[in-house]
Structure formats: C-alpha cells, structure tokens
DNA sequence: GTCTATAATAGGATAGAC
DNA sequence: GTCTATCCTATTATAGAC
C-alpha cells in the first residue's frame, strides 16, 4: 500500500485552517485541495461522507482539544486562578492572539449552523460547564458561576468576531490578559 | 409602468433576513426569490450588481439604521444612562431578544469577510464610537471609554453568536439588562 | 492512496418578451 | 417590473485506472 503524501492529522489540520478561515460554505473542495495537496477525488479517501463528514471530524477534533486543553487543565488541583490562567494560555494559542477564527462561531453562523447545531450545543456547553465548575471551587455560588462562564465564553467568541471584522486583535488580548486578573474574584 | 408587487423597502428587509440567517454564501438566490416571491432574474432589478450588490444595500441599511437607533440616541442630551438603555433597547428589538443574528457578525466570518472589510469595520467602528463618546461624557477617560465600548460590542456579538450555536438566548437578555445597569459607573 | 475523467447538480447572471 | 428561457461556471460527488 502507498503511503500517503501527508499524514492524516496534517490533512486534518489544513481542512481545519481553511474551515476557520471561510466557514462550510466557503470551504470548497478547489480550496482544500490547494491547501492540502490533494486531488479533489482523493480527499474522498479521507472523508467518505464529504464536507459533512470533514466537518464532522474537525468537530471531533475541536471536542478533543476542548477535553484536553480545556476541560482537563480546569480539573486540576492547583488553585482556581493557576488552572483558568492555564486554559486562557491554550485558548490565546489556538486562536493566534485572535488572528484565527474559531469554528465553533464560523459554524454557528449560516446555513451550516443546522447540520450541526447538536454539536455545537455540546461542545459549548461543555466548555461553558468546565469553566463554571472551575468559578464553583472558587467560591462563587452555582448561578453566578454559570453565569459568568457563559458571559465568558461569549466574550472570547465576540472579541474574534470583533477581531475578523475591523482587523484589530487588541480587545481579543485585552480580555485575555483581563480574564486571568478578574475571572476568579479576590 | 407595473406596480411593484411589493414595496422596494420590503424586498430589502426580505433579503435581510435571509442574509442575517444564511450568511453571505449560503443566502442563495433561490432562497431569496422565495423569500422575496420575486423571481431570480427579478432581483437584478432591485440589485443589478446581484448579490454583492445586495450585499452593500443591507450594509447601507445597518449602517443607517445604526445612525437613527445608536448614534443619534447616544448623542442626545439625556444623561448618559439613559440615552445607552435607549441604545440597548433599540438592539434589543434588533436582534429579537437573541433569535436574530446580527448582520455584521455573519459578514465578518467566512469568505465575505474579505469582500466587505472596509465597511464592516466603519460600522464597527461608528458603533464603537458613539459609545465611547458617550461613556466619556459619563466620566470615564479617553482609553477606558474606548475600551469598555469595544468590549461592550464584543460581548453583544458573542451573546449572538452563543445564541445561535447554543440555541439559548438566556445569556443575551441578561446582558442587556446589566448592560443599562453596569456600564456607566455611579 | 492518488489520480484523471466525468457526471450531475446548483449557483449566479443575462437576454429578451410582455 | 416581472417573467421564461438560457448560459456559463463552480461545486459536489463518483467511477475506475494505476
């Protein structure tokens, strides 16, 4: 059996970047056969389903990240402001000081939104809970840690709307560097 | 000359809405004949530069809309408070309570974020602005004013975003109602 | 595992009648 | 101002050779 010209995470990682940069309907397969290498034929190899399926695995793959970046990170035993300090960090290298989109916006916005809407419910909500059991363990009350969790992660994904659309990064790490100060209180 | 079988401002909120659910590729002209119950060759009559056209119309429209329901308010001679709950309540109507996407949020994501960079960001920028302008007028410093209306901006558009994804508009209500109470200092 | 070739469809846009 | 008919292109997807 040939091998292949690219290893399948790599091929993964280059139909992630051009998902990111132009959404599902912008993410046609001329683009990811440039940014891949591949044929258009031969990216059937690796995604029978097509670009449902591509979307799919980059969901997979965005779960994945979440659990070990995010959800793991926060579960920690050093205290509240160590592990939140931790995530922030992984979430400020994924998303490129906020010059990469994230999926999960570039997802929930359009037609795509309906194909996956389960999904993206549940990879938001688990982010959104892990960091709310987080706020929990430093003393806020289970509301108020709910709530500021969802208004954070809101605020994460509004600042990279805000950076794709004026061209300007500096609210999105701003808040970072605000959130590592001010998410747990004194 | 033929009637109209509708108003042309109607076909205009028409193709709105569909931009605002579909974002800029998935607003097909299909989807739009139907919506509009013209026929596709009709919709060169009112865009002749087709969807790119309609494009810029509904970004002439947001942009106005924005001078009546935001700049003008916030350049009132109320006291501050009250003039940023009229802004909010007028985006609260805008965006149906979390139910509608925001028409520059979609824009900005995706492959018509290149297309529309420039007016995307006046926009942004007009929004971000007036609310400065007027938090300054509130008493805050040039840099904190400027930067509590960005992020004020950006958690809107986040609010929206999580709305759509999480199909939970809960988190959007409240932050408009901290929003008129938290954002001018006492 | 990758390719060329090709289908089948959908999308954007135009011409010209009424 | 709206339509039918049509064109051209891009897009997704498949078949089958290597």
Redesign the interface.
């Known amino acids: 059996m040939p091998a292949p010209l690219i290893p399948k995470q790599e091929v993964v990682d280059r139909v992630m970047t051009v998902f990111r ?6 993410a046609t397969l001329s683009r990811i056969a440039a940014a891949t290498g591949l044929g258009k034929a031969s990216l059937y190899h690796y995604f029978p389903g097509g670009k449902e399926d591509m979307a799919n695995v980059l969901l997979d793959a965005t779960a994945a990240w979440m659990e070990l970046h995010v959800t793991k990170p926060l579960s920690g035993t050093a205290p509240p402001r160590e592990r939140i300090a931790g995530m922030l960090k992984e979430l400020d290298a994924l998303y490129d000081g906020g010059d990469a ?1 994230c999926l ?10 309906s194909l996956f ?1 389960k999904r ?2 549940a990879i ?2 688990e982010w959104i809970g892990a960091l709310a059991r987080t706020l929990m363990e430093a003393g806020l009350d289970r509301r108020s840690a709910r ?1 500021r969790a ?2 954070t ?7 990279l ?2 950076a ?4 300007d990064t ?2 999105f790490r ?2 970072i560097r605000q959130l590592a100060d001010e998410l747990v209180p004194d």
């Open positions: 940069q132009h959404g599902f309907e912008g989109a999960l916006g570039t997802l929930a916005v359009g037609t795509s939104r809407k993206l419910q938001f909500d709530e969802e208004d992660v809101a605020r994460i994904e509004g600042a709307i805000l794709q659309g004026r061209g500096a609210p701003r808040l």
